[in-house]
């Protein structure tokens, strides 16, 4: 126990023992009856919403369903513990974690409203039914069942920081990241959370893609040094796309499409409160033909390691070199991130780019057409990497995984 949290209980329980003992003797008031007037409760009311993400990770629909919301102020994360306030749901809320593709980035869900005693609130669970959780593959007929272990069902834990005031409404926003949150073993589909608060700026980076490359299913992400913060689609007829929610910084939007080069749209600014404009309905932002490639192989873990809970990951990059003369920034882009098969290890990185990456530096009230870009490694190269939780990420056997003429099989990584 924290020091400060057991000195804060010992005088809690000093201040009620004193209390009680006034009131015992009828001391503490001047009435004639000794009665005390209970001191008033404060409270507040807090709304809670869920974010809906894009449905860029070859799902049309990730359904899930949850049974109650549970809030206290310490940091005790058994669920039979006393202190818990919950806000439940009769009958339970089956949601779709993602949006249509015609709905820009931005849109949330109502769940419900719950009374919290005022002060400082640590933590939300996230109660899910067991059952009755599944997943629709991209352009598939039917869903598939989603398994939802016993240990996420109890509760699955997302910190927070609320200041509740009396009187006060307040409101909290949180997604799933639904894209993260899927997983494979074999031909079953896991669900692992990957909770997460997104930011509540207002502020974002909205624009146009060509029309012609949107048969290719574009996935548009705002990243920072190859991070991807923000991701999303293009509306499938017009090409319009959203990426809100961004805090003022600066950012590089990349496109990425099947059978399309890699295009990036370098050292984006956002203010607070404003949206900045990429690409616009009479410009937007093209797309070049490229030939595709995949790199493929398995992940393993050296014994007596193992691959930590919440799975292994897989990611192929590029480094964008800086040229002044043609105003590129150096930058690194991540082209791909997946998880790998929880029962084999196993990836595949499909649909990656044989041309040139491309690039062209954000500038306002200006046409922006992306140009070829060299990179660390030179065209079709990745560098692949594993990330897993508790271990130091490492590389495949090369860092520049050529695809330029076909296909990378046999690209395997081993876990120390």
């Known amino acids: ?68 919301l549970r809030f206290r102020q310490d940091f005790n994360t058994d669920p039979n513990a006393a202190g818990w306030t919950e806000l439940s749901f009769t009958p339970a809320k089956k949601l779709n974690l993602l949006h249509p593709a015609t709905t820009l980035a931005g849109a949330s869900t109502a769940l419900g409203e719950v009374q919290l005693p005022t002060g400082a609130w640590t933590q939300m669970q996230v109660v899910f039914d067991a059952a009755g959780g599944s997943v629709r593959p991209a352009g598939a007929a039917a869903d598939v069942a989603l398994e939802t272990a016993a240990a996420t069902a109890a509760g699955v834990r997302v910190p927070v920081d609320l200041k509740v005031e009396d009187g006060k409404k307040i409101e909290l926003l949180f997604e799933m990241n639904a894209c993260e949150s899927i997983q494979t073993r074999g031909a079953a589909y896991v669900f692992r959370p990957r909770p997460r608060l997104p930011s509540l700026a207002t502020s974002g980076i909205g624009g146009f893609v060509a029309p012609a490359a949107l048969a290719g299913k574009p996935v548009i992400t705002a990243q920072k040094g190859g991070t991807i913060l923000a991701t999303t689609v293009p509306h499938p007829t017009t090409g319009e796309f959203a990426l809100p929610r961004l805090p003022a910084d600066t950012y590089d939007v990349v496109f990425q499409a099947n059978g399309r080069a890699t295009a990036v749209i370098g050292s984006v600014p956002v203010t607070a409160g404003a949206t900045t404009r990429v690409g616009t309905a009479g410009a937007p932002i093209p797309l070049a033909t490229s030939a595709v490639a995949t790199i493929s192989g398995q992940v393993s873990h050296v014994a007596p390691n193992v691959a930590p809970p919440d799975g292994t990951w897989i990611m192929a990059s590029q480094a964008i070199t800086a040229d002044p003369a043609v105003g590129n920034a150096a930058t690194t882009v991540t082209n791909r991130l997946q998880p790998v098969d929880l029962a084999t290890g196993n990836y595949t990185l499909p649909n990656l780019a044989r041309a040139s990456i491309q690039y062209a530096l954000y500038k306002p009230n200006t046409v922006l057409t992306p140009l070829n870009a060299a990179t660390s490694g030179g065209n079709g190269r990745y560098r692949i990497e594993a990330l897993a939780t508790g271990y130091i990420n490492k590389t495949g056997a090369s860092a520049n995984i050529n695809i330029s003429s076909g296909d990378a099989p046999g690209v395997n990584i081993s876990m120390p």
């Open 1 to 68: 126990m924290h020091p400060h949290t057991a000195r804060y209980r010992g005088l809690v329980a000093s201040a009620t023992a004193a209390t009680l003992l006034l009131a015992a003797c009828g001391g503490g008031s001047d009435d004639d009856d000794g009665d005390i007037a209970p001191a008033p409760t404060t409270r507040s009311t807090l709304a809670v919403s869920l974010a809906s993400n894009a449905p860029a990770c070859g799902f049309d629909a990730v359904n899930v369903t949850i049974s109650k």
